[in-house]
């Protein structure tokens, strides 16, 4: 089992710089790929960034490139997500996932591919 702790939200102005971090635990050598997902009221949740573990490549949706940037620290079983240039769009409720799968650009925002998730953070950002 593999348990997933998000920690970082908060209140932030519109431009202004968040950093979330997902730190995993149980049984983490069974990860293969992290993620950030985000669920705004009344939207559907969608995929934000992803990174995979050990060879690290990165992917990312269109609406956070340039802006949000993702990493890992092996030693610290953690995920982070570097927010920066926040707009009041990014207000949501943000979900770290595990997947035990090397996932690619094809699968890798599908919420299915991913089995363990933590309980969310908070991220405002007013305008």
């Known amino acids: 089992q593999v348990q997933l702790v998000e920690s970082g939200g908060g209140l932030v102005q519109a431009g202004g710089s968040l950093r979330l971090s997902c730190l995993a635990s149980?049984?983490?050598?069974?990860?293969?790929?992290m993620g950030w997902f985000r669920q705004a009221p009344g939207k559907e949740r969608e995929f934000v960034s992803a990174i995979r573990w050990i060879d690290e490549p990165t992917y990312y949706t269109d609406s956070v490139k340039g802006r949000f940037t993702i990493s890992r620290d092996n030693a610290k079983n953690t995920v982070y997500l570097q927010m920066n240039s926040l707009k009041p769009e990014d207000t949501a409720v943000y979900y770290c996932?595990?997947?035990?799968?090397?996932?690619?650009?094809?699968?890798?925002?599908?919420?299915?591919?991913?089995?363990?998730w933590g309980q969310g953070t908070q991220v405002t950002v007013s305008s």
């Open positions: 996932a595990a997947s035990r799968y090397r996932l690619t650009t094809s699968a890798v925002g599908r919420e299915n591919q991913y089995e363990y």
């Open positions: 149980g049984r983490t050598f069974s990860i293969y790929t």
